[in-house]
């Protein structure tokens, strides 16, 4: 039977999120004519504001619900927002995270077909009534949310997703563009920042790969997020080329750069899954994560990975004396970078 209406669970991470949008588009290939509607967090609404392919977007309260947790307000502020989750009336409703939070935003949605992931993680499986098992072929996020949608008959992974650009956002970084000499020049966007402190590839790094690359003939901008300032400038000042701070840029607006740059180069984070879906050449650093399973998932992309024989070990930070990805070195990087440039 085919769906009139379907949700799509999938909360939290900016990198996550773009993951998910390459299952947006297959719904709407295969679902044209339904209603599709997506419950997100604050934090990466940005991501699918404005989709073509979306035609809802339902605000998950993850703070004032965190905010209430210890007081009557709680149980009022849950209600209301699966009253209104509810009365939309969703036919089906996919759990792309595969936590307890979003298992109940599945089962709150009052869907008839719940479909999610039969693995037992924080006892997710129990909100959900269609449970797909581990595929052991699929090794990327996106290939392990893609044995969600074969109930539905969807197998193929479109090639291309988009983030909306409006025009304004669009202008503001022309405009920077503009003012900094940067057209028709080939831009390298560098990201330092990362939400994990193991994941953080030295700015000495960054900065010889920015040297070298500048005797080649590019410009290197430093792109940077909250909380990331210091990240950025370590690189800026480390380098002996003239090298470029990026302007405090929302996920749009970043969007809007990382799709004007020749290629990214950076840790495993949200803007690298930006910069992948916008179509530049994106070369991630990988540590304690594998490149395998969250690697830029592009033709125009690679990874550099850490040789250590511990890892992945996917933990935050290292028990060791020295975090695994500092020993990407320098002439490791500016090869991969100088190979990935000469790619169409």
Not at 213 to 218: E, F, T
Not at 257 to 281: E, F, K, T, W
Not at 300 to 308: E, K, L, P, S, T
């Amino acid at each position: 039977m085919t769906p009139r209406s379907i949700l799509i669970v999938k909360l939290g991470a900016v990198g996550d999120c773009v993951h998910t949008l390459y299952a947006l588009r297959a719904l709407r290939e295969r679902f044209p004519d339904a209603r599709i509607g997506w419950v997100i967090e604050d934090k990466s609404r940005a991501v699918i504001e404005d989709h073509p392919d979306l035609s809802e977007i339902i605000r998950f309260p993850r703070k004032e619900l965190a905010a209430a947790l210890r007081s009557s307000g709680f149980t009022r502020l849950w209600r209301t927002f699966r009253d209104d989750l509810r009365a939309r009336g969703f036919e089906t409703a996919i759990d792309f995270q595969n936590l307890f939070k979003s298992g109940l935003v599945a089962r709150a949605s009052g869907a008839p077909r719940r479909i999610g992931f039969r693995k037992w993680r924080e006892g997710n499986f129990l909100f959900t009534n269609e449970r797909i098992p581990r595929d052991p072929v699929a090794r990327h996020a996106i290939e392990k949310y893609f044995t969600l949608l074969r109930p539905l008959g969807i197998t193929t992974i479109p090639d291309r997703v988009e983030i909306a650009v409006p025009t304004d956002k669009r202008d503001t970084i022309d405009r920077w563009f503009g003012e900094n000499r940067l057209d028709g020049r080939r831009v390298v966007a560098f990201n330092p920042g990362a939400s994990w402190p193991n994941k953080k590839l030295s700015a000495h790094t960054y900065a010889a790969a920015a040297d070298a690359l500048a005797d080649d003939g590019c410009v290197s901008v430093v792109i940077w997020g909250p909380g990331e300032e210091r990240d950025a400038a370590a690189v800026v000042e480390s380098a002996r080329s003239p090298v470029l701070l990026a302007p405090r840029t929302d996920i749009r607006e970043l969007a809007a750069l990382l799709g004007r740059c020749a290629m990214y180069v950076g840790n495993d984070s949200g803007p690298m899954h930006i910069a992948a879906a916008m179509g530049a050449r994106t070369l991630g650093v990988f540590g304690p994560t594998d490149p395998a399973r969250v690697g830029p998932w592009t033709t125009r992309g690679r990874a550099v990975q850490a040789n250590v024989t511990c890892g992945p070990c996917w933990t935050k930070r290292c028990p060791g004396p020295v975090n695994c990805i500092d020993r990407v070195d320098a002439a490791t990087l500016i090869r991969a970078c100088r190979e990935l440039l000469e790619t169409p």
